[in-house]
């Protein structure tokens, strides 16, 4: 096993190609073998090395180098989940903590912050995290520990300015932790913009298969804070399969490929669908006309990512009949796959959802553009 590739000689996506050049020692394969021992032969006097799985599984160093690399941190963590790795972020802290997060984001996240996580302690604040004022407003300098950022947010594509954000958090004494699951870093480097973490819901991009889940966190530094954070995942034991950290591995190899190709076809579906009678609004950071597109240019490079939402003009029967007659989109949850994803949120949320039900969320995968468009354009005629 070699060392990471020099940033500064190799691109992100040269790097990703050949998952950081590592070559295995004992055998020179140039795909790593899959780890499963649960437990390491300790050294006669139980010196330096690795003990046992549930803390220092070697089937996650190179996913985890790989990912850090990605997103110039310091280090990186796998968990068995996105959920895993977000809770992981808010559980390092204590209870009586102030934590602020989006109105609008990530919706098992929000259920559980406003849920479990206030029931254990936290005080939880949701903001509309695209309005700085707002967000200033509700952070309490000195109780306010921790800022959760999802940018672009679920299912709005609300982006916040991620540089704003962490100087109001680092001003108030609190860290700043951005979900970039649907920017991946193809798009965007929190890190490089201030923030202390980043989480992924790997499950998504950058696995990009649809077929296993995972989650992972990037930290700026290996601090007290990711002490804390890699004991609440050895403790509470949400860790990764040694199997799925390899096929995460393997996933992680196309992820520029797979990730321009889905941003390129789905600006051009959301031009097109712009400009479609039964489409009241497209919300997409690619489009000039949209709220964040500002922020979108400013802070992602080489796209604005794969997923977008369409407003049917004519209201939430018009959407959710409109879902039922794709063709070619499948009908279901999730995002990031190769496979087109069609999804009405608010049936999916229920009553307090803050999901408009006219909305229908699209994750566009890599099939032929002009086929996606096809099928959407006669589910929208209907
Ligand atoms: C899916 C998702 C999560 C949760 O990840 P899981 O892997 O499903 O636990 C968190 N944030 C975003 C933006 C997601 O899309």
Redesign the pocket.
């Known amino acids: 096993m070699t060392d990471r590739h020099d940033a500064k000689r190799w691109q992100a996506d040269t790097s990703a190609a050949q998952a950081l050049g590592w070559i295995d020692a004992s055998t020179q394969a140039v795909a790593p073998p899959i780890h499963m021992s649960s437990t390491f032969l300790r050294r006669a006097d139980y010196g330096a090395g690795r003990a046992y799985i549930r803390d220092e599984n070697p089937a996650f160093d190179q996913a985890e180098a790989l990912l850090a690399h990605l997103e110039g941190g310091a280090g990186a963590a796998l968990f068995a989940?996105?959920?895993?790795?977000?809770t992981s972020v808010f559980m390092a802290l204590s209870p009586g903590d102030h934590v602020v997060a989006p109105r609008v984001?990530?919706w098992?996240?929000r259920k559980w912050l406003l849920g479990y996580a206030r029931e254990w302690g936290l005080d939880v604040t949701l903001v509309e995290m695209s309005d700085q004022a707002a967000l200033a407003a509700a952070i309490r300098p000195g109780r306010t520990r921790l800022l959760w950022v999802?940018s672009p947010?679920?299912p709005l594509w609300t982006l916040t300015d991620i540089a704003a954000a962490a100087r109001l958090a680092h001003a108030a004494g609190a860290r700043l932790a951005v979900?970039s699951?649907?920017a991946t870093p193809v798009h965007c480097q929190p890190l490089q913009l201030g923030a202390d973490l980043v989480?992924h819901?790997?499950?998504?991009y950058l696995n990009g298969h649809s077929d296993l889940?995972?989650?992972a966190l990037v930290t700026a530094q290996e601090d007290e804070a990711w002490d804390r954070i890699r004991a609440v995942r050895a403790n509470l034991g949400a860790i990764l399969g040694s199997v799925e950290a390899w096929l995460l591995l393997r996933g992680m190899r196309s992820l520029f490929p797979r990730v321009r190709q889905q941003s390129t076809t789905a600006l051009a579906l959301a031009q097109q669908l712009a400009r479609h009678t039964a489409v009241a609004e497209v919300l997409y950071p690619g489009l000039p006309e949209f709220p964040g597109h500002a922020i979108a240019c400013a802070q992602m490079q080489d796209g604005f990512g794969g997923m977008l939402s369409i407003r049917h003009r004519d209201g939430r029967a018009a959407a959710l009949a409109t879902a039922a007659r794709v063709e070619l989109w499948q009908r279901a949850t999730?995002?990031g796959g190769t496979e087109s994803l069609i999804e009405h949120r608010a049936s999916i949320e229920g009553a307090d959802s803050p999901v408009p039900g006219d909305l229908l969320r699209l994750s566009v995968g890599l099939e032929n553009a002009a086929d996606l468009y096809a099928d959407l354009d006669q589910a929208l005629r209907g």
């Open positions: 989940s996105g959920m895993a790795a977000a984001m990530y098992s996240l999802e947010a679920n979900d699951t649907v989480m819901s790997a499950t998504k889940c995972a989650g999730s995002l």
